[in-house]
């Protein structure tokens, strides 16, 4: 199919493009990037006017909770709600039932998301065997499983992580990571208490060379200490969520909704996550999407379970909250939310160059709206930002050339037309 994307504004961190034009996409590759308002004929018409084009979003943190927890979220859901928000790609944490820590459940996981509806789903293996703490998983026989990730990168998972727990010995983090190392996997370090296992996990990279990434870092401690680890030159990242450069502890209130872990920081620890998005020290935007049923969370809040949504806002609240206010340029935002993750993970996308993948998203960034659980597509309505009033309605997600969300009854028409 010839998709033909017209005269919107392109945001390309690669090649630092804002500027307005169009998109030529053919059999799943953009084949001409055009900044003279030419149109093409194309089998269908995206008029972007007055909206971003931008390479698809790509989340390093999402919980889908298949298999073991599909009254929460399962894989169809999960998805939908990432094309809803923009995302093409996402990943997926292992703390499921089984846990990820074999080939079996990886094949299963994304043979599940191959029948679903494009969104490219990737599995991030457990550190140790049902996330016990106590020995490896088997790291070679997830890296040698099939998957979407294999097609991209030759390797059947993304990295390992043991995201809902930390791993609490010392000695096992260390064979995990020089196992790791060999096998080219990034580990990803759920830090909890945040501070104390930052600094660990630093000195065990110092001895490992391992490729670390820190998961929802939220205080200015963690911070400095990243910062000083990457001006030591450590092969180190780190991302953080929308509700931890938005949202701190004053405003909880006993919410269950606005329970989560690592809890909400101070005002100060808020001021220092938007200084590291903007100097670099935080990479990029994750969402550590964590849906719950409404059981869950509808209990007095010392009981209630943790975790809020994030894949159907992510978006507008970063958009809202670090674009609108001037913190980040549109170009920075983007980068953060799709091109340096594409990086991290290693994989060609997050670009909008010409022989690119078309994983894309149009965006109305002038689209006011308030924030309401009632209009998700995810099966968790736990959203910290109920109520908030955010800029930015995806209008098109686009997959490897196909459209996976969106279509308006003016572009049907104009489809018919050519």
Same mark, same amino acid.
């Given at each position: ?9 392109? =945001?390309?961190?690669?090649? /630092? ?36 084009? *931008?390479?698809?979003?790509? $989340? ?43 080939? @079996?459940? *990886?094949? @299963? ?9 494009? =969104? ?73 208490? +945040? ?7 630093? %000195? ?44 701190? @502890? /004053? ?16 005002? +100060? ?8 998005? %903007? $100097? ?13 049923? +409404? ?17 159907? &806002? /992510?978006?507008?609240? /970063? ?5 609108? &206010? ?63 009033? *955010?800029?930015?309605?995806? +209008?098109? &997600? ?18 018919? %037309?050519?």
């Amino acid at each position: 199919m010839k998709l033909f994307i017209g005269n919107g504004l392109i =945001v390309d961190p690669l090649r /630092s493009y804002v500027a307005s034009g169009s998109l030529m996409i053919e059999d799943g590759i953009i084949t001409e990037v055009l900044f003279d308002g030419e149109e093409k004929e194309a089998d269908f018409l995206i008029d972007a006017r007055g909206k971003w084009i *931008v390479p698809g979003l790509i $989340d390093l943190h999402v919980h889908l909770r298949e298999p073991g927890f599909e009254y929460k979220e399962d894989i169809d859901s999960g998805c939908a709600a990432a094309a809803k928000g923009g995302y093409t790609t996402i990943c997926c944490m292992p703390n499921t039932s089984p846990v990820i820590d074999t080939p @079996d459940t *990886v094949s @299963d996981i994304d043979k599940r998301a191959r029948e679903g509806n494009g =969104v490219q789903l990737l599995c991030i293996g457990a550190i140790t065997k049902d996330q016990a703490g106590n020995e490896m998983a088997d790291y070679k026989g997830m890296v040698s499983a099939q998957t979407v990730f294999t097609g991209m990168t030759g390797r059947g998972i993304c990295g390992i992580s043991e995201d809902g727990k930390t791993v609490m010995d010392e000695k096992v983090m260390i064979e995990a990571m020089n196992e790791a190392k060999k096998l080219r996997l990034t580990v990803f370090s759920h830090a909890e208490p +945040e501070a104390d296992i930052v600094r660990r996990d630093l %000195k065990l990279v110092e001895q490992t060379g391992c490729r670390l990434h820190f998961c929802h870092i939220s205080k200015k401690e963690s911070i400095e200490l990243i910062r000083e680890a990457k001006k030591s030159g450590l092969p180190v990242t780190a991302e953080t969520a929308p509700h931890y450069f938005t949202l701190d @502890d /004053s405003l909880v209130n006993g919410d269950p909704n606005k329970k989560m872990n690592p809890p909400l920081r101070t005002k +100060e620890d808020v001021k220092a996550v938007a200084e590291a998005l %903007k $100097d670099g020290t935080i990479d990029i935007i994750a969402t550590d999407h964590a849906p719950h049923h +409404e059981r869950d969370k509808k209990l007095p809040f010392e009981d209630a379970a943790n975790g809020v949504t994030g894949l159907d &806002t /992510s978006f507008q609240v /970063s958009y809202t909250m670090l674009v609108k &206010t001037g913190i980040l340029t549109p170009i920075e935002l983007i980068y953060k939310m799709s091109t340096k993750p594409a990086e991290i993970l290693g994989i060609d996308r997050g670009s909008l160059l010409a022989g690119k993948a078309a994983d894309i998203a149009v965006i109305d960034v002038e689209k006011q709206y308030e924030i309401n659980p009632s209009d998700f597509l995810s099966k968790g309505k736990n959203s910290a930002f109920i109520g908030m009033n *955010v800029f930015g309605e995806t +209008e098109y &997600t686009i997959i490897n050339g196909n459209i996976v969300w969106g279509g308006t009854e003016n572009d049907r028409q104009i489809d018919e %037309k050519n």
